[in-house]
C-alpha cells in the first residue's frame, strides 16, 4: 500500500533562511506525489505536484520539489524563508498501484518562520 | 464559482446522535473525497467517489456512509456519533478520477462530540 512519511512535525527557520520540509514515499511502482499548503483555519491548497514529467517541480510562493527515485524522496525546499511561509506542510502520494485513486497524506509539517 | 462548500462550519452533537455533513462543488469535477484531520495525523481519507453512483472506502470508513446521487453533492453521513469522531472534516474534489489532478479543498467542518 502507498504511504508517504514527513519527518519533523514542528520546523523553524529564521527569515531569509533556507527551507527544507522532508517527505519519503513508500511505492511499489513511482506514484503521484503532491504538496499541500495549509494557512490557520483554511482549507488545503496545492503548492505543487509530480506526475512522472520532470523530476525538479517549481510551484507557487517560490516552493519546489525533487523527486528522487533511487532515495523514495519528494522533499520540498524554498531558498529564503518570509514570514508568510508559516503555515502547515502535507505530503501527499496518489496512483500506486496503478488505477488507485485514493490520495494518502503524510502527518504533516508546521512551519515556523523566525523574525 | 463557489468552488466546494461545505455546511455546517461548526457543529456540537451529543454521543449517539446522527448527522450529516454536507459537501457540494459547482466545478462538474469527476472525483470527491472526505477526509478527517487530527492533530499529529494529518489527514485521513474517509471515503471517496469517481463519479455519481460510485463510493469506496478510504482509510477509516467506520461509522460514516456516503453516497453521490448527482456529481455536485457528495454528503457524509454520521450513523451514531461517537467521540472519536470529534475532528475537522474537509471534502474535497478534482476534476478526474485519475490520481493526478490537483484535489480542491473546502473550508472544513469542525465537529464536536460530546
Known amino acids: 500500500a502507498q504511504s508517504v512519511t514527513q519527518l519533523g512535525s514542528h520546523v523553524s527557520v529564521s527569515e531569509g533562511a533556507l527551507v527544507l520540509l522532508r517527505c519519503n514515499y513508500s511505492s511499489s511502482v513511482p506514484p503521484y506525489l503532491f504538496w499541500y499548503v495549509q494557512y490557520p483555519n483554511q482549507g488545503l491548497q496545492l503548492l505543487l505536484k509530480?506526475?512522472?514529467?520532470?523530476?525538479l517541480v517549481k510551484g507557487i510562493n517560490g516552493f519546489e520539489a525533487e523527486f528522487k527515485k533511487s532515495e523514495t524522496s519528494f522533499h520540498l525546499t524554498k531558498p529564503s524563508a518570509h514570514m508568510s511561509d508559516a503555515a502547515e506542510y502535507f505530503c501527499?502520494?496518489?496512483?500506486?498501484?496503478?488505477?488507485?485513486?485514493?490520495?494518502?497524506f503524510g502527518t504533516g509539517t508546521r512551519l515556523k518562520v523566525l523574525a | 464559482n463557489a468552488g466546494v462548500t461545505q455546511t455546517p462550519k461548526f457543529q456540537v452533537l451529543k454521543t449517539g446522535q446522527s448527522m450529516t455533513l454536507q459537501c457540494a462543488q459547482d466545478?462538474?469535477?469527476?472525483?470527491m473525497s472526505w477526509y478527517r484531520q487530527d492533530p499529529g495525523m494529518g489527514l485521513r481519507l474517509i471515503h471517496y467517489?469517481?463519479?455519481?453512483?460510485?463510493?469506496d472506502q478510504g482509510e477509516v470508513p467506520n461509522g460514516y456512509n456516503v453516497s453521490r446521487s448527482t456529481t455536485e453533492d457528495f454528503p457524509l453521513r454520521l450513523l451514531s456519533a461517537a467521540p472519536s469522531q470529534t475532528s475537522v472534516y474537509f471534502c474535497?474534489?478534482?476534476?478526474?478520477?485519475?490520481?493526478?489532478?490537483?484535489?480542491?479543498f473546502g473550508p472544513g467542518t469542525r465537529l464536536t462530540v460530546l
Open positions: 466545478m462538474n469535477h469527476e472525483y
Open positions: 474535497a474534489s478534482s476534476p478526474r478520477a485519475t490520481g493526478t489532478d490537483t484535489q480542491y
Open positions: 467517489s469517481v463519479g455519481a453512483g460510485i463510493t
Open positions: 501527499a502520494v496518489s496512483g500506486s498501484p496503478p488505477g488507485t485513486y485514493k490520495y494518502i
Open positions: 509530480y506526475t512522472s514529467a520532470a523530476t
